[in-house]
């Protein structure tokens, strides 16, 4: 099973980045997949999350708004659109699967990871 997250990078604050997960070695669409953001020194915190056919999601309260989560099945990819992005939006993103809904937003529940992609905000 891999995850593959890209497109993170350098944004000025108010502006946009998509970043992308790319899935492989695992049946994609019967998977729940969640996007976690990470700074130094502090746990792995719940972006957003999407069911394994696209058609619930849940978002952070600091994501309300701002950030959407989606996917593509067909090609096995998850994306989360981030607009208006802040300084404090800076971390490491993750995506990650896992089988059930419950506990979408608790890092320790999925069972598979990618490497992170890192998100800057700065003028």
């Known amino acids: 099973v891999q995850l593959q997250a890209s497109g993170g990078g350098l944004v000025q604050p108010g502006g946009s980045l998509r970043v992308s997960c790319a899935a492989s070695?695992?049946?994609?669409?019967?998977?729940?997949v969640g996007w976690f953001r990470q700074t130094p020194g502090e746990d792995r915190a719940f972006v957003a999350g999407?069911?394994?056919?696209?058609?619930?999601?849940s978002h952070a309260e600091s994501a309300k708004g701002r950030f959407t989560i989606s996917r593509d099945n067909a090609k096995n990819m998850a994306y989360l659109q981030m607009n208006r992005l802040k300084p404090e939006d800076t971390a490491v993103y993750y995506c990650a699967a896992k089988k059930v809904w419950r506990f979408v937003a608790s890092w320790d529940e999925y069972e598979h990871w990618g490497q992170g992609t890192v998100v800057t905000v700065s003028s």
């Open positions: 999407i069911s394994s056919g696209g058609g619930t999601t």
């Open positions: 070695g695992l049946t994609f669409k019967t998977y729940v």
